[in-house]
Protein backbone atom coordinates (compact mmCIF):
# COMPACT_ATOMS: atom_id res chain seq x y z
CA UNK A 1 0.00 0.00 0.00
CA UNK A 2 1.45 3.43 -1.14
CA UNK A 3 0.70 6.49 1.43
CA UNK A 4 2.48 9.98 1.81
CA UNK A 5 4.12 9.68 5.84
CA UNK A 6 3.43 11.92 8.07
CA UNK A 7 6.50 14.18 6.93
CA UNK A 8 4.87 14.95 3.93
CA UNK A 9 8.48 14.39 2.59
CA UNK A 10 8.14 10.81 1.58
CA UNK A 11 6.32 7.72 0.26
CA UNK A 12 5.38 4.48 2.42
CA UNK A 13 5.55 1.61 -0.22
CA UNK A 14 4.95 -1.40 2.42
CA UNK A 15 7.79 -1.07 4.71
CA UNK A 16 10.15 0.91 2.26
CA UNK A 17 10.34 5.13 2.05
CA UNK A 18 10.58 6.56 -1.01
CA UNK A 19 11.15 10.10 -1.73
CA UNK A 20 8.73 11.84 -4.30
CA UNK A 21 11.60 12.90 -6.53
CA UNK A 22 12.60 8.47 -6.81
CA UNK A 23 9.07 7.99 -7.84
CA UNK A 24 9.09 10.91 -10.68
CA UNK A 25 12.39 10.30 -12.05
CA UNK A 26 11.35 6.20 -12.26
CA UNK A 27 8.08 6.88 -14.13
CA UNK A 28 9.14 9.41 -16.63
CA UNK A 29 12.61 7.15 -16.84
CA UNK A 30 10.22 4.22 -17.88
CA UNK A 31 8.54 6.22 -20.35
CA UNK A 32 11.79 7.97 -21.97
CA UNK A 33 13.49 4.58 -22.57
CA UNK A 34 10.32 2.88 -23.60
CA UNK A 35 10.16 5.28 -26.63
CA UNK A 36 13.77 4.95 -27.52
CA UNK A 37 13.97 1.20 -27.62
CA UNK A 38 10.76 0.94 -29.59
CA UNK A 39 11.87 3.91 -31.90
CA UNK A 40 16.07 3.55 -32.28
CA UNK A 41 16.36 -0.19 -30.90
CA UNK A 42 15.76 -1.59 -34.18
CA UNK A 43 15.71 1.64 -36.43
CA UNK A 44 17.52 0.06 -39.01
CA UNK A 45 15.03 -3.08 -39.53
CA UNK A 46 12.90 -0.76 -41.07
CA UNK A 47 13.26 0.00 -44.37
CA UNK A 48 14.01 4.13 -45.19
CA UNK A 49 10.65 5.02 -46.84
CA UNK A 50 9.85 5.83 -50.15
CA UNK A 51 7.58 9.00 -49.68
CA UNK A 52 8.81 12.19 -47.46
CA UNK A 53 11.47 10.56 -45.81
CA UNK A 54 13.61 9.39 -48.61
CA UNK A 55 12.87 13.11 -50.00
CA UNK A 56 14.13 14.43 -46.46
CA UNK A 57 17.51 12.40 -46.62
CA UNK A 58 18.39 13.80 -49.53
CA UNK A 59 17.57 17.19 -48.95
CA UNK A 60 19.80 16.64 -45.63
CA UNK A 61 22.91 14.86 -47.86
CA UNK A 62 23.37 17.08 -50.46
CA UNK A 63 23.37 19.79 -47.60
CA UNK A 64 25.80 18.04 -45.49
CA UNK A 65 27.47 17.22 -48.66
CA UNK A 66 28.45 21.32 -49.47
CA UNK A 67 24.70 22.27 -51.02
CA UNK A 68 24.08 24.56 -48.94
CA UNK A 69 22.46 25.58 -45.92
CA UNK A 70 19.55 28.24 -46.70
CA UNK A 71 18.09 26.22 -49.70
CA UNK A 72 17.52 22.55 -49.62
CA UNK A 73 17.94 21.07 -52.92
CA UNK A 74 17.10 17.71 -54.83
CA UNK A 75 19.47 16.63 -57.79
CA UNK A 76 21.36 19.71 -57.18
CA UNK A 77 18.23 22.09 -57.50
CA UNK A 78 16.42 24.16 -54.93
CA UNK A 79 13.82 21.78 -54.07
CA UNK A 80 10.21 22.99 -54.58
CA UNK A 81 8.51 20.14 -54.11
CA UNK A 82 9.94 20.02 -50.39
CA UNK A 83 9.11 23.63 -49.43
CA UNK A 84 8.60 23.54 -45.88
CA UNK A 85 11.36 25.68 -44.14
CA UNK A 86 14.90 23.47 -43.54
CA UNK A 87 15.05 23.14 -39.27
CA UNK A 88 14.63 19.41 -39.09
CA UNK A 89 16.99 19.38 -42.51
CA UNK A 90 18.97 21.20 -40.89
CA UNK A 91 19.47 18.83 -37.96
CA UNK A 92 19.50 15.90 -39.93
CA UNK A 93 22.12 17.50 -42.10
CA UNK A 94 24.45 18.41 -38.74
CA UNK A 95 23.64 14.89 -37.36
CA UNK A 96 25.32 13.73 -40.85
CA UNK A 97 28.20 15.69 -40.24
CA UNK A 98 28.81 14.34 -37.01
CA UNK A 99 29.36 11.21 -38.65
CA UNK A 100 26.62 9.51 -37.44
CA UNK A 101 25.10 6.19 -39.32
CA UNK A 102 22.84 7.81 -42.32
CA UNK A 103 19.91 6.35 -41.28
CA UNK A 104 20.14 6.84 -37.20
CA UNK A 105 20.77 10.42 -38.47
CA UNK A 106 18.01 10.66 -40.47
CA UNK A 107 15.76 9.43 -37.43
CA UNK A 108 17.39 10.16 -34.41
CA UNK A 109 15.86 13.87 -34.59
CA UNK A 110 12.17 12.34 -34.59
CA UNK A 111 12.77 9.93 -31.61
CA UNK A 112 14.35 12.70 -29.57
CA UNK A 113 11.27 14.96 -30.55
CA UNK A 114 9.23 12.11 -29.47
CA UNK A 115 10.72 11.52 -25.91
CA UNK A 116 11.26 15.61 -25.44
CA UNK A 117 7.37 15.67 -26.07
CA UNK A 118 6.45 12.54 -23.60
CA UNK A 119 8.53 14.61 -20.90
CA UNK A 120 6.39 17.88 -21.81
CA UNK A 121 3.42 16.42 -21.45
CA UNK A 122 4.54 14.47 -18.22
CA UNK A 123 5.76 17.46 -16.25
CA UNK A 124 2.87 20.02 -17.37
CA UNK A 125 0.66 17.79 -15.68
CA UNK A 126 2.64 16.83 -13.08
CA UNK A 127 3.96 19.93 -11.95
CA UNK A 128 1.56 22.33 -13.30
CA UNK A 129 -1.32 20.70 -11.52
CA UNK A 130 0.53 18.37 -8.82
CA UNK A 131 -1.01 15.25 -10.37
CA UNK A 132 1.27 12.36 -10.71
CA UNK A 133 -1.66 10.04 -11.99
CA UNK A 134 -2.70 12.29 -14.78
CA UNK A 135 0.64 12.99 -15.87
CA UNK A 136 1.41 9.43 -16.35
CA UNK A 137 -1.12 8.44 -18.11
CA UNK A 138 -1.10 11.31 -20.30
CA UNK A 139 2.59 10.44 -21.17
CA UNK A 140 1.25 6.67 -21.93
CA UNK A 141 -1.24 7.87 -23.87
CA UNK A 142 0.98 8.93 -26.18
CA UNK A 143 3.40 6.23 -26.27
CA UNK A 144 0.85 3.94 -26.96
CA UNK A 145 -0.56 5.91 -29.89
CA UNK A 146 -0.13 3.76 -33.21
CA UNK A 147 -0.48 7.10 -35.14
CA UNK A 148 1.97 9.29 -33.30
CA UNK A 149 4.37 6.79 -32.99
CA UNK A 150 4.81 5.01 -36.39
CA UNK A 151 5.08 5.57 -39.87
CA UNK A 152 5.58 9.52 -41.11
CA UNK A 153 5.79 9.66 -37.31
CA UNK A 154 8.11 9.23 -34.75
CA UNK A 155 9.66 6.01 -35.89
CA UNK A 156 10.60 8.27 -39.69
CA UNK A 157 12.40 11.18 -40.74
CA UNK A 158 9.16 13.24 -40.98
CA UNK A 159 8.36 16.93 -39.93
CA UNK A 160 5.21 15.82 -37.66
CA UNK A 161 6.47 14.74 -35.03
CA UNK A 162 9.28 18.03 -34.65
CA UNK A 163 6.02 20.24 -34.85
CA UNK A 164 4.12 17.99 -32.73
CA UNK A 165 7.00 18.96 -29.96
CA UNK A 166 6.76 22.80 -30.51
CA UNK A 167 3.36 23.14 -30.81
CA UNK A 168 2.65 21.65 -27.67
CA UNK A 169 5.10 23.71 -26.11
CA UNK A 170 3.66 26.62 -27.17
CA UNK A 171 -0.02 25.81 -26.31
CA UNK A 172 1.27 24.94 -22.83
CA UNK A 173 3.09 28.12 -22.49
CA UNK A 174 0.53 30.14 -23.16
CA UNK A 175 -1.53 28.09 -20.67
CA UNK A 176 1.78 28.73 -17.94
CA UNK A 177 1.51 32.60 -18.99
CA UNK A 178 -2.12 33.33 -18.27
CA UNK A 179 -1.87 31.65 -14.86
CA UNK A 180 1.17 33.62 -13.93
CA UNK A 181 2.27 37.24 -13.33
CA UNK A 182 5.53 39.60 -12.95
CA UNK A 183 8.91 37.86 -14.21
CA UNK A 184 7.79 34.27 -14.72
CA UNK A 185 4.54 35.48 -16.86
CA UNK A 186 7.48 37.10 -19.35
CA UNK A 187 9.22 34.49 -19.65
CA UNK A 188 6.51 32.01 -20.59
CA UNK A 189 5.42 34.41 -22.90
CA UNK A 190 9.04 34.46 -24.45
CA UNK A 191 8.93 30.62 -24.34
CA UNK A 192 5.36 31.22 -26.69
CA UNK A 193 6.87 32.92 -29.51
CA UNK A 194 10.20 30.74 -29.36
CA UNK A 195 7.85 28.00 -29.38
CA UNK A 196 5.70 29.42 -32.48
CA UNK A 197 8.93 29.97 -34.43
CA UNK A 198 10.14 26.87 -33.78
CA UNK A 199 6.46 25.13 -35.19
CA UNK A 200 6.82 27.47 -38.54
CA UNK A 201 10.41 26.68 -38.98
CA UNK A 202 9.94 23.12 -39.11
CA UNK A 203 6.16 22.79 -41.11
CA UNK A 204 5.73 26.23 -42.13
CA UNK A 205 2.16 27.54 -42.20
CA UNK A 206 1.23 24.91 -40.25
CA UNK A 207 3.29 25.63 -37.64
CA UNK A 208 0.60 28.18 -36.82
CA UNK A 209 -2.90 26.12 -36.82
CA UNK A 210 -2.67 25.97 -32.88
CA UNK A 211 -3.37 29.35 -32.55
CA UNK A 212 -7.02 29.10 -33.79
CA UNK A 213 -8.00 26.56 -30.80
CA UNK A 214 -5.87 29.09 -28.64
CA UNK A 215 -8.63 32.02 -29.70
CA UNK A 216 -11.34 29.67 -29.36
CA UNK A 217 -9.96 28.94 -25.30
CA UNK A 218 -9.20 32.67 -24.78
CA UNK A 219 -12.76 33.61 -26.71
CA UNK A 220 -14.85 31.16 -24.49
CA UNK A 221 -12.70 31.90 -21.25
CA UNK A 222 -13.57 35.77 -21.40
CA UNK A 223 -9.75 36.07 -21.59
CA UNK A 224 -9.30 37.36 -24.83
CA UNK A 225 -9.78 41.15 -24.22
CA UNK A 226 -6.93 40.97 -21.48
CA UNK A 227 -4.31 39.31 -24.08
CA UNK A 228 -5.44 41.57 -26.99
CA UNK A 229 -4.88 44.34 -24.82
CA UNK A 230 -1.14 43.63 -23.25
CA UNK A 231 1.11 44.98 -25.62
CA UNK A 232 3.86 42.34 -24.79
CA UNK A 233 1.54 39.60 -26.14
CA UNK A 234 2.02 42.13 -29.35
CA UNK A 235 5.36 41.81 -28.95
CA UNK A 236 5.58 38.43 -28.78
CA UNK A 237 3.46 38.32 -31.91
CA UNK A 238 5.44 41.01 -33.72
CA UNK A 239 8.90 39.08 -32.72
CA UNK A 240 7.59 35.70 -34.06
CA UNK A 241 6.14 36.61 -37.17
CA UNK A 242 9.31 39.11 -38.30
CA UNK A 243 11.61 36.05 -37.64
CA UNK A 244 9.07 33.25 -39.72
CA UNK A 245 8.88 36.03 -42.62
CA UNK A 246 12.08 36.94 -42.49
CA UNK A 247 13.36 33.05 -43.36
CA UNK A 248 10.92 33.13 -46.67
CA UNK A 249 11.86 36.62 -47.71
CA UNK A 250 15.73 35.53 -47.55
CA UNK A 251 14.95 32.20 -49.41
CA UNK A 252 13.15 34.33 -51.98
CA UNK A 253 15.95 36.78 -52.79
CA UNK A 254 17.95 33.51 -53.12
CA UNK A 255 15.48 31.27 -54.34
CA UNK A 256 13.15 32.75 -56.93
CA UNK A 257 9.88 31.03 -57.05
CA UNK A 258 9.93 29.72 -53.77
CA UNK A 259 7.03 31.63 -52.41
CA UNK A 260 5.01 30.62 -55.26
CA UNK A 261 5.89 27.13 -54.63
CA UNK A 262 4.84 27.29 -50.65
CA UNK A 263 1.59 29.00 -51.64
CA UNK A 264 0.74 26.35 -53.83
CA UNK A 265 2.11 22.89 -51.96
CA UNK A 266 1.12 24.61 -48.14
CA UNK A 267 -1.58 27.21 -48.37
CA UNK A 268 -4.24 27.68 -51.37
CA UNK A 269 -3.17 24.52 -53.55
CA UNK A 270 -2.70 22.04 -50.44
CA UNK A 271 -5.84 23.66 -48.99
CA UNK A 272 -8.54 24.79 -51.27
CA UNK A 273 -7.40 21.55 -53.76
CA UNK A 274 -6.95 18.31 -53.45
CA UNK A 275 -3.18 16.98 -53.78
CA UNK A 276 -2.04 13.93 -55.61
CA UNK A 277 -5.64 12.12 -54.76
CA UNK A 278 -5.27 12.83 -50.89
CA UNK A 279 -8.93 13.46 -50.10
CA UNK A 280 -10.36 10.96 -48.03
CA UNK A 281 -13.88 12.97 -47.21
CA UNK A 282 -15.41 14.63 -43.83
CA UNK A 283 -14.91 12.20 -41.25
CA UNK A 284 -11.35 10.32 -42.40
CA UNK A 285 -9.94 12.70 -39.42
CA UNK A 286 -12.30 11.24 -37.08
CA UNK A 287 -11.95 7.74 -38.27
CA UNK A 288 -8.35 7.82 -37.99
CA UNK A 289 -8.05 9.27 -34.27
CA UNK A 290 -10.38 6.44 -33.09
CA UNK A 291 -8.20 4.32 -35.10
CA UNK A 292 -4.92 5.31 -33.83
CA UNK A 293 -5.53 6.28 -30.48
CA UNK A 294 -8.77 4.00 -28.94
CA UNK A 295 -8.31 4.52 -24.84
CA UNK A 296 -7.81 8.39 -25.35
CA UNK A 297 -11.15 8.86 -27.22
CA UNK A 298 -12.86 6.81 -24.52
CA UNK A 299 -11.41 9.02 -22.03
CA UNK A 300 -12.24 12.24 -23.98
CA UNK A 301 -15.88 10.84 -23.13
CA UNK A 302 -15.26 12.27 -19.45
CA UNK A 303 -14.13 15.46 -20.14
CA UNK A 304 -17.69 16.60 -18.51
CA UNK A 305 -16.18 15.92 -15.11
CA UNK A 306 -13.14 17.97 -15.36
CA UNK A 307 -14.87 21.05 -16.99
CA UNK A 308 -17.45 21.27 -14.54
CA UNK A 309 -14.74 20.56 -11.44
CA UNK A 310 -13.80 23.70 -9.19
CA UNK A 311 -10.22 23.22 -9.67
CA UNK A 312 -9.60 26.35 -11.80
CA UNK A 313 -6.22 25.28 -12.84
CA UNK A 314 -7.14 21.74 -14.04
CA UNK A 315 -10.08 23.06 -15.67
CA UNK A 316 -8.05 25.35 -17.70
CA UNK A 317 -5.45 23.10 -18.90
CA UNK A 318 -8.18 20.45 -19.89
CA UNK A 319 -9.84 23.07 -21.78
CA UNK A 320 -6.34 24.67 -23.74
CA UNK A 321 -5.44 21.54 -24.63
CA UNK A 322 -8.74 19.78 -26.06
CA UNK A 323 -9.61 23.28 -28.06
CA UNK A 324 -6.17 23.67 -29.24
CA UNK A 325 -5.90 19.89 -30.36
CA UNK A 326 -10.28 20.68 -31.76
CA UNK A 327 -8.93 23.53 -33.56
CA UNK A 328 -6.06 22.26 -35.51
CA UNK A 329 -8.61 18.55 -35.90
CA UNK A 330 -11.14 20.98 -37.36
CA UNK A 331 -8.64 23.02 -39.95
CA UNK A 332 -7.25 19.47 -41.24
CA UNK A 333 -11.01 18.14 -41.68
CA UNK A 334 -12.14 21.48 -43.71
CA UNK A 335 -9.05 20.80 -46.44
CA UNK A 336 -9.34 19.15 -49.45
CA UNK A 337 -5.75 17.32 -48.80
CA UNK A 338 -5.67 14.57 -45.77
CA UNK A 339 -3.27 12.25 -44.69
CA UNK A 340 -3.72 10.38 -41.44
CA UNK A 341 -0.41 11.63 -40.35
CA UNK A 342 -0.98 15.22 -40.16
CA UNK A 343 -2.95 14.26 -36.91
CA UNK A 344 0.23 14.01 -35.08
CA UNK A 345 0.20 17.29 -33.43
CA UNK A 346 -3.55 16.82 -31.91
CA UNK A 347 -2.48 13.58 -29.97
CA UNK A 348 0.03 15.10 -27.48
CA UNK A 349 -2.69 18.10 -26.38
CA UNK A 350 -5.72 15.79 -26.44
CA UNK A 351 -3.78 13.01 -24.80
CA UNK A 352 -3.69 15.58 -21.83
CA UNK A 353 -7.00 16.51 -22.03
CA UNK A 354 -7.99 12.82 -21.72
CA UNK A 355 -6.17 12.09 -18.52
CA UNK A 356 -7.28 14.83 -16.52
CA UNK A 357 -10.46 13.51 -17.28
CA UNK A 358 -9.93 10.26 -16.47
CA UNK A 359 -8.09 10.76 -13.26
CA UNK A 360 -11.42 13.23 -12.44
CA UNK A 361 -13.77 10.79 -13.33
CA UNK A 362 -11.82 8.33 -11.10
CA UNK A 363 -12.19 10.30 -7.95
CA UNK A 364 -16.04 11.23 -8.96
CA UNK A 365 -17.79 7.92 -9.95
CA UNK A 366 -18.22 5.41 -7.21
CA UNK A 367 -16.34 2.19 -8.65
CA UNK A 368 -13.84 0.22 -6.17
CA UNK A 369 -10.18 0.78 -6.44
CA UNK A 370 -9.18 -2.42 -7.94
CA UNK A 371 -11.30 -2.26 -10.86
CA UNK A 372 -10.19 0.94 -11.51
CA UNK A 373 -6.10 -0.75 -11.39
CA UNK A 374 -7.39 -3.78 -13.54
CA UNK A 375 -8.98 -0.61 -15.88
CA UNK A 376 -5.74 0.96 -16.23
CA UNK A 377 -3.19 -1.89 -17.15
CA UNK A 378 -6.17 -2.85 -19.78
CA UNK A 379 -5.97 0.21 -21.35
CA UNK A 380 -2.76 2.22 -19.95
CA UNK A 381 -0.29 -0.28 -19.71
CA UNK A 382 -0.63 -3.04 -21.85
CA UNK A 383 -1.34 -0.38 -24.92
CA UNK A 384 2.57 0.73 -24.15
CA UNK A 385 3.91 -2.79 -23.66
CA UNK A 386 1.92 -3.63 -27.49
CA UNK A 387 3.40 -0.19 -29.07
CA UNK A 388 6.86 -0.96 -27.94
CA UNK A 389 6.94 -4.30 -29.11
CA UNK A 390 4.75 -3.17 -32.48
CA UNK A 391 7.25 -0.34 -33.25
CA UNK A 392 10.30 -2.11 -32.27
CA UNK A 393 9.83 -5.73 -33.30
CA UNK A 394 6.66 -5.78 -35.51
CA UNK A 395 7.03 -3.18 -37.78
CA UNK A 396 10.44 -3.54 -38.68
CA UNK A 397 9.58 -7.12 -39.06
CA UNK A 398 6.66 -6.58 -41.61
CA UNK A 399 8.29 -3.55 -43.94
CA UNK A 400 10.74 -5.95 -44.51
CA UNK A 401 8.51 -8.55 -46.85
CA UNK A 402 6.63 -5.27 -48.96
CA UNK A 403 7.15 -5.50 -52.12
CA UNK A 404 6.29 -1.75 -52.68
CA UNK A 405 8.82 -0.71 -50.55
CA UNK A 406 12.39 0.29 -52.20
CA UNK A 407 14.57 -1.22 -50.29
CA UNK A 408 18.28 -0.30 -51.75
CA UNK A 409 19.84 0.15 -48.53
CA UNK A 410 19.00 -3.24 -47.15
CA UNK A 411 20.57 -4.67 -50.87
CA UNK A 412 23.62 -2.35 -50.71
CA UNK A 413 24.26 -3.59 -47.10
CA UNK A 414 23.72 -7.13 -47.48
CA UNK A 415 26.23 -6.72 -50.77
CA UNK A 416 29.07 -4.74 -48.14
CA UNK A 417 28.78 -7.36 -45.59
CA UNK A 418 28.93 -10.38 -48.07
CA UNK A 419 32.55 -9.30 -49.59
CA UNK A 420 30.38 -8.75 -52.85
CA UNK A 421 30.09 -4.96 -53.87
CA UNK A 422 31.72 -4.69 -56.42
CA UNK A 423 33.17 -1.17 -57.93
CA UNK A 424 30.51 -0.51 -60.49
CA UNK A 425 26.61 -1.97 -60.23
CA UNK A 426 23.63 -1.45 -62.78
CA UNK A 427 20.22 -0.97 -60.86
CA UNK A 428 17.35 -1.62 -63.06
CA UNK A 429 14.69 0.97 -61.67
CA UNK A 430 12.12 2.65 -63.58
CA UNK A 431 11.07 4.78 -60.07
CA UNK A 432 7.48 5.99 -59.58
CA UNK A 433 4.94 8.49 -60.95
CA UNK A 434 5.01 11.58 -59.42
CA UNK A 435 3.30 15.60 -59.66
CA UNK A 436 6.43 16.98 -59.37
CA UNK A 437 7.24 15.99 -62.94
CA UNK A 438 10.78 13.98 -61.85
CA UNK A 439 11.55 11.08 -64.33
CA UNK A 440 12.42 7.53 -62.80
CA UNK A 441 11.98 9.00 -59.60
CA UNK A 442 13.08 6.79 -56.85
CA UNK A 443 14.49 8.96 -53.92
CA UNK A 444 15.24 6.13 -51.67
CA UNK A 445 17.64 4.82 -54.36
CA UNK A 446 19.43 7.97 -54.85
CA UNK A 447 20.32 8.67 -51.20
CA UNK A 448 21.91 5.11 -51.12
CA UNK A 449 23.55 5.76 -54.41
CA UNK A 450 25.28 8.61 -53.04
CA UNK A 451 26.48 7.36 -50.14
CA UNK A 452 27.81 3.95 -52.59
CA UNK A 453 29.49 7.21 -54.54
CA UNK A 454 31.22 8.65 -51.37
CA UNK A 455 32.67 5.36 -50.79
CA UNK A 456 34.41 5.14 -54.74
CA UNK A 457 31.18 2.72 -56.11
CA UNK A 458 29.74 3.40 -58.93
CA UNK A 459 25.88 3.12 -58.90
CA UNK A 460 24.02 3.64 -62.28
CA UNK A 461 20.85 3.38 -63.13
CA UNK A 462 19.25 1.63 -65.94
CA UNK A 463 15.60 1.54 -67.00
CA UNK A 464 13.79 -1.87 -67.70
CA UNK A 465 13.72 -1.13 -71.32
CA UNK A 466 17.90 -1.14 -71.45
CA UNK A 467 17.90 -3.73 -68.82
CA UNK A 468 18.87 -6.09 -71.94
CA UNK A 469 22.19 -4.14 -73.12
CA UNK A 470 23.41 -3.77 -69.01
CA UNK A 471 26.17 -5.78 -68.54
CA UNK A 472 28.32 -6.95 -64.44
CA UNK A 473 26.11 -6.70 -61.31
CA UNK A 474 22.81 -6.15 -61.83
CA UNK A 475 20.01 -5.69 -58.87
CA UNK A 476 16.78 -4.32 -58.61
CA UNK A 477 14.25 -3.60 -55.80
CA UNK A 478 11.42 -1.95 -58.04
CA UNK A 479 8.85 -4.64 -57.80
CA UNK A 480 8.09 -4.19 -61.36
CA UNK A 481 11.02 -5.21 -62.90
CA UNK A 482 11.80 -8.56 -60.68
CA UNK A 483 10.40 -10.65 -63.23
CA UNK A 484 12.71 -9.47 -65.64
CA UNK A 485 15.63 -9.21 -63.86
CA UNK A 486 15.88 -12.55 -62.33
CA UNK A 487 15.41 -13.80 -65.64
CA UNK A 488 18.63 -11.84 -66.78
CA UNK A 489 20.91 -13.56 -64.30
CA UNK A 490 22.10 -16.64 -63.97
CA UNK A 491 23.14 -17.26 -60.10
CA UNK A 492 21.58 -14.67 -57.96
CA UNK A 493 23.56 -13.11 -55.07
CA UNK A 494 20.76 -11.51 -53.29
CA UNK A 495 17.05 -13.11 -54.01
CA UNK A 496 14.42 -11.94 -51.67
CA UNK A 497 10.08 -11.36 -52.38
CA UNK A 498 12.08 -7.44 -52.23
CA UNK A 499 15.43 -7.17 -53.99
CA UNK A 500 17.46 -9.65 -56.61
CA UNK A 501 20.87 -9.14 -57.51
CA UNK A 502 23.60 -11.08 -59.80
CA UNK A 503 25.33 -11.02 -62.87
CA UNK A 504 24.37 -11.06 -66.15
CA UNK A 505 27.70 -11.14 -67.35
CA UNK A 506 31.06 -11.44 -65.82
CA UNK A 507 33.07 -10.59 -69.48
Same mark, same amino acid.
Given at each position: ??????????????????????????????????????????????????????????????????????????????????????????????????????????????????????????????????????????????????????????????????????????????????????????????????????????????? &????????????????????????????????????????????????????????????????????? %?????????????????????? &????????????????????????? %??????????????????????????????????????????????????????????????? %?????????????????????????????????????????????????????????????????????????????????????????????????????????????????????????
Amino acid at each position: MRTLDGTGDFYQVNTWRVAPWLVDAFCIGVLVISALIALLWNYQGLPMQYWDESRNANNALEMALGAGWLVPTYEGVPDHWNTKPPLLIWLIAGLMKLDLPPLLALRLPSALAAAATLIMVWAAVRFGLRDRLAALIAAALLLSSKGYTGIHGAHTGDFDTLLALFTTGYVLSVWQALAQQGRQKKVWMLSTGIFLVLAVMTKGPAG &FFGVIGLCLFLLLTGQLLNVISDWRWWLVATFSCVICASYYIVRESYDTGYLQAVWMNELGGRYNETNE %SHYKGTWFYLHELLKQWVPGCL &FLLLLGYSLLGADVARKRLAQITFL %SGAGIFILLSTAETQLHWYLIPVIPLLCIAAAIALVDAIKVVPVPINYWRAFLVMFIALPVIV %SVYRNAISLPAKSKDKTHISQYGILFNHLHTAGQMPDRIIVVDDGADNTAGFTDYNPELRFYAQLEKQKGIDVQVARLADANLVNGLVATCDYKNMVTVRQLIAAPLVESSVCVAGYKDRQ
